[in-house]
């Protein structure tokens, strides 16, 4: 403390003013006058001197604490009940260390959110990377016959869109989580809503000879018709998936004063039970899914209706199909 030149100066200009005091009350005053002054000041700079001691004594215990808070160590409670600077600033600092705690927690689930991520899609691309190497390895041979020519050009092209469709779907995550999307807020019929989210699975419907039921009343949406579209798209690819050949797949919707729903029903083999809290999680396959199946569909379509205040459940029972629910709240829109 007292190398701190402040601390020099104020005890210097204390100092002056004591013997200042004493030797202008001995020529103008008495003695014991001058005694009483002197002891008076005196006793002033020591009681000062022990509070500015006191004071830096705290103040550095409140240094040692920001520099363990530097080091990661935030298991560090300085509450102080106490009135005062001091016991203020404690308070704030605690609160402080409280913040960056549940900060560094947050970004520490990040990481490994973002490392299992990373691990997903490298595994995801790894395998149809691997098998159009394989094929394009067999084409460069001069004696392969025209058929497997064809055959393995066309594998090639498949495996590229399904890259194609991993590496977008994973960029329209990636702008939801981010915020950058900005969803539309328009009046969509739900009949034009579903018919065009419908256009775009009618070829892998009729090949498998899956019938399509829409019924409803007039109502409408008010969501982003190209996003929900998207949504559903991957919803009713998920239904065809899992329906066998020759089976239904039903869409209704119904209003009320609460919300407007969507019902999305197939007659497939269903989501096994213990799947169920998972299938909307990124990359999480269930048993049941398919051997081209990526897990990142209904993922991009929770994030899609959750990011425009709406909700979405699913039921399911073996044997007998799966439900999705859509729901969009008014009170909340």
Not at 206 to 212: A, C, M, N, R
Not at 246 to 261: A, D, P
Not at 285 to 304: H, R, T
Request: hydrophobic fraction near 45%.
């Amino acid at each position: 403390m007292l190398r701190n030149r402040e601390i020099q100066v104020l005890l210097i200009i204390l100092t002056s003013i004591c013997l200042t005091s004493t030797v202008l009350a001995i020529f103008f005053f008495s003695l014991p006058v001058a005694l009483y002054i002197f002891l008076t000041t005196t006793i002033f700079v020591i009681v000062f001197f022990f509070f500015t001691k006191w004071r830096y004594r705290e103040i550095e215990k409140l240094s040692n604490y920001l520099r363990k808070i530097t080091n990661g160590d935030y298991n560090l409670d300085i509450r102080d009940n106490a009135e005062g600077e001091l016991s203020i600033l404690k308070n704030d600092i605690y609160k402080v260390t409280l913040m960056l705690s549940e900060q560094s927690s947050y970004l520490q689930q990040d990481k490994v959110r973002l490392t299992n991520a990373i691990s997903d899609i490298s595994h995801q691309l790894k395998t149809p990377l691997t098998s159009m190497m394989m094929m394009a390895d067999l084409l460069s041979h001069p004696t392969l016959d025209v058929a497997k020519r064809k055959e393995f050009t066309h594998n090639i092209q498949a495996q590229l869109e399904r890259i194609e469709w991993l590496v977008s779907s994973l960029l329209k995550l990636a702008k939801i989580d981010a915020d950058i999307v900005q969803f539309k807020k328009d009046t969509v019929p739900a009949n034009v809503l579903v018919q065009k989210a419908v256009q775009s699975v009618l070829i892998p419907m009729d090949i498998k000879q899956v019938s399509l039921k829409v019924s409803g009343d007039d109502v409408s949406f008010l969501v982003d018709l190209n996003w929900t579209s998207e949504a559903l798209i991957n919803i009713l690819k998920n239904c065809i998936e899992h329906t066998g050949e020759g089976g239904s797949i039903s869409i209704s919707f119904v209003e009320n004063t609460l919300y407007t729903e969507l019902k999305i029903q197939d007659s497939g083999k269903g989501i096994l039970k213990e799947d169920l809290p998972y299938i909307f999680k990124r990359f999480y396959k269930g048993k049941n899914a398919g051997e081209e199946s990526v897990g990142i569909g209904l993922a991009l379509s929770y994030s899609i209706i959750k990011s425009q205040h709406g909700d979405i459940e699913v039921k399911s029972e073996i044997g007998k199909g799966t439900t999705f629910l859509i729901k969009f709240y008014k009170q909340i829109i």
